[in-house]
């Protein structure tokens, strides 16, 4: 098993441009999540997803979108890229009956300039 | 607001002896307590939960232990290596749906031959 998958790992981009951050896991996970990790920070959940066609604000929502279409797959979405989102993302899956234990993927490194 | 905090950013120890990682918790509904372990360029990676009615939680190698009085939580690491080595995150997780973690800003724990 490949666990949970992030594409990029890592990306430039210029203010106001947009892309969607790729998370994919193959361990039949019921939730899914998306965090930033600013420098010498904890995570911050932006994003959380308990199921396919089910979505819910984190503690960072503003700036970002996402959906859930399946139960693989997770993209998070940047419309217009600003400074401030400049962070390390990481996509996270866990099961809904073990649920202090999530799987984090490697992680996206972007930076908007 | 409710928080995760970190007595110390940097902790050094010597091969073979025991670290102990403090965090310190605001939130008293947290059902568990969790320690996450992120190695330099990776996503973070469970090690350890305890339940909120717990006190005291042992693993291999590893024991958390939890202080509702104070609102404090610990890792112990027995025997520490070099592959300790990394940032340890403690983090809590209100009840409730999406299984939702609060994570600390984390403690550096170097590892010195």
């Known amino acids: 098993n490949a666990g949970v998958t992030q594409t990029p790992k890592f990306r430039i981009l210029k203010i106001g441009q947009s892309m969607t951050l790729q998370c994919t896991q193959d361990m039949n996970h019921n939730y899914m999540y998306w965090y930033r990790q600013d420098p010498g920070m904890g995570l911050k959940l932006i994003y959380y997803?308990?199921?396919?066609?089910?979505?819910d604000k984190g503690e960072v929502p503003n700036g970002y979108n996402v959906s859930r279409s399946t139960t693989e797959d997770f993209p998070l979405r940047l419309e217009l890229a600003a400074p401030s989102q400049t962070s390390v993302y990481f996509c996270?899956?866990?099961?809904?009956?073990?649920?202090?234990?999530?799987?984090f993927g490697q992680g996206t490194r972007l930076t908007v300039v | 607001g409710e928080s995760v905090g970190l007595h110390l950013p940097t902790l050094s120890v010597q091969e073979g002896d025991n670290s102990i990682i403090n965090c310190a918790y605001s939130n008293s509904a947290s059902d568990y307590f969790i320690w996450y372990k992120q190695e330099s360029g990776k996503g973070p990676q469970f090690i350890i939960d305890i339940r909120s009615n717990m006190d005291k939680r042992q693993g291999q190698r590893v024991t958390v232990l939890l202080n509702k009085t104070v609102k404090h939580l610990s890792l112990q690491i027995a025997a520490t290596q070099p592959g300790d080595s990394a940032v340890y995150f403690c983090?809590?997780?209100?009840?409730?749906?999406?299984?939702?973690?609060?994570f600390g800003t984390g403690t550096q724990l170097k590892v010195e031959l």
């Open positions: 997803s308990v199921g396919a066609g089910i979505t």
């Open positions: 996270a899956s866990s099961l809904r009956d073990r649920n202090t234990e999530a799987f």
């Open positions: 983090a809590e997780k209100v009840g409730g749906g999406g299984n939702k973690l609060t």
